[in-house]
Nanobody, 121 residues
Framework: QLQASGGGLVQAGGSLRLSCAAS????????MGWFRQAPGKEREFVGG????????YYADSVKGRFTISRDNASSMLYLQMNSLKPEDAAVYYC????????????????WGQGTQVTVSS
């Protein structure tokens, strides 16, 4: 199970830190990613992190502003979001990735609880 939290309302230019708690699987074995879905739009990939936590990659739209990290000991995934823009507003989800470097979720038909991020201009 995956449960994202930490969303909220923030002004443009502000920051938020999202968390994702994983349970029921060997979290440390999985490359993980963050995805987001805005109203009326397809779910899109935000960024991914290697199972070791040593490498990460990002969508061009968030590169340089967002940072993914993880704590395998506590089965937690994080997304630090800085310099937020109104176009970052969406429901954010975490999920395992098919492979490192991919933007494809391992289980496209399962998404745990997301967290809403709203950015005011």
């Amino acid at each position: 199970q995956l449960q994202a939290s930490g969303g909220g309302l923030v002004q443009a230019g502000g920051s938020l830190r999202l968390s994702c708690a994983a349970s029921g699987h060997t979290f440390s074995s999985y490359n993980m990613g963050w995805f987001r879905q805005a109203p009326g739009k397809e779910r899109e990939f935000v960024g991914g992190i290697h199972w070791s936590g040593g490498r990460s990659y990002y969508a061009d739209s968030v590169k340089g502003r967002f940072t993914i990290s993880r704590d395998n000991a506590s089965s937690m995934l994080y997304l630090q979001m800085n310099s937020l823009k109104p176009e970052d507003a969406a429901v954010y989800y975490c999920g395992a990735l098919k492979r490192y470097g991919s933007n494809v979720p391992l289980q496209a038909d399962y998404w745990g609880q997301g967290t809403q991020v709203t950015v005011s201009s």
